[in-house]
């Protein structure tokens, strides 16, 4: 049972084109890539293979040091985008950033939506996750016209809605969101008036259920006073092709299936999101390529949540007719599903192939 909707969007095909480009424009300079290109291990390895090395790792960890890297060098920009410091780095260096700067369209929507709401006087919420390389661009560029401040989940909503009402201290404020508020930020000043903008790969049902709780917060602070005057009513900022993948992994939850396969890289977040929601349902694996399929009884799949590789044996029940949902994130190549697939197709040799089940549609 395949998703309706997975694998690559627009941000990610124009990132990777660009960056293919980058690479044939100049064939005798150094090309750098400021991060990974998207989250995958594929199209990274591939990248690196003709001669990209990435200046930093997903957690902004220097791997070349900014001395190392002059005006004469191409940097590319990744689809994440990247934080105001680092442009204007760049910038003095003399590099041009514009050129090969592949910094998704839908991320930039959210950079206007964030600015629109500082110059209007709201203290901007970002629902991300602090270390994801989009989140880390996002915040640069929304502290620049607003105070802002990020929450993770539903839990650190609710442990900012105790400073939003004054039943927590200062003090409190800023151990429980050490790095992750603006220079300057002040609790006691900065919550009269919020607005909620997201990591485009975030969940889009918990990023909704955030902006309605703070909705309640702000409506609860201010009784009496018009809302409108106090939050901003933004509509949701994720990405389309996010959303699209989320609203047909909902739709697979209405199959009965004997388990779920997602295919996508360890760090991705929208592929984290849609394990998320097919381990509602089903037993669930997240691998990144069809070579952690080892055998009908060996499964080496990445358990999120903790971070960690795990083995599952005799993971593919003993059934002559089996129901497999398969589906994939939004950076994954749709020939690892397609490897997927006919790997799966190997331990069932009395199976249609896939050119027999095609023509019978």
């Known amino acids: 049972m395949l998703a309706r909707h997975f694998g690559f969007c627009y941000g990610v095909e124009n990132a990777i084109e660009i960056s293919y480009r980058a690479i044939q424009e100049n064939p005798d300079k150094k090309v750098y890539l400021l991060s990974q290109m998207i989250h995958n291990q594929e199209v990274n390895n591939d990248l690196q293979s003709q001669g990209i090395r990435f200046i930093m790792d997903t957690d902004g960890s220097q791997l070349i040091p900014w001395d190392a890297i002059d005006k004469e060098d191409i940097v590319i920009i990744p689809a994440f985008g990247t934080t105001l410091e680092i442009e204007n780095l760049l910038l003095e260096k003399k590099i041009e950033v514009q050129k090969y700067n592949t910094t998704c369209p839908f991320v930039e929507k959210v950079w206007n939506r964030a600015e629109k709401l500082g110059k209007e006087n709201h203290t901007v919420i970002i629902h991300g996750k602090p270390k994801h390389e989009e989140t880390r661009a996002t915040f640069s560029h929304s502290a620049k016209n607003a105070h802002t401040v990020i929450v993770t989940d539903m839990d650190e909503a609710i442990e900012l809605s105790n400073f939003i009402l004054d039943s927590k201290s ?81 739709e697979l939850l209405n199959t ?97 192939s896939v050119e027999e089940a095609i023509a019978g549609f």
Do not use: W
């Open 170 to 250: 200062k003090s409190e404020f800023y151990e429980a969101f050490k790095g992750k508020y603006s220079d300057g930020f002040d609790p006691e000043l900065h919550f009269n008036s919020v607005g909620v903008v997201n990591q485009t790969t975030m969940l889009a049902t918990e990023t909704q259920a955030i902006a309605d709780f703070f909705k309640e917060v702000m409506a609860k602070k201010h009784s009496g006073q018009e809302l409108k005057n106090h939050f901003a009513d933004t509509r949701d900022t994720l990405c389309y092709a996010t959303n699209d993948n989320q609203e047909a992994t909902y």
């Open 256 to 352: 009965n299936a004997d388990l779920a396969i997602v295919v996508g890289g360890y760090n991705s977040s929208n592929t984290s999101h849609i394990v998320e929601l097919c381990e509602r349902k089903f037993k669930t694996f997240f691998i990144n390529s069809d070579t952690e399929i080892k055998s009908l009884n060996e499964i080496h799949h990445f358990n999120y949540p903790l971070k960690t590789k795990e083995i599952t044996y005799s993971f593919i029940p003993e059934k002559t007719s089996l129901v497999v949902v398969l589906t994939s994130g939004a950076s994954c190549p749709d020939t690892l599903v397609d490897r997927v697939i006919l790997r799966l197709l190997d331990f069932f040799p009395k199976a249609k």
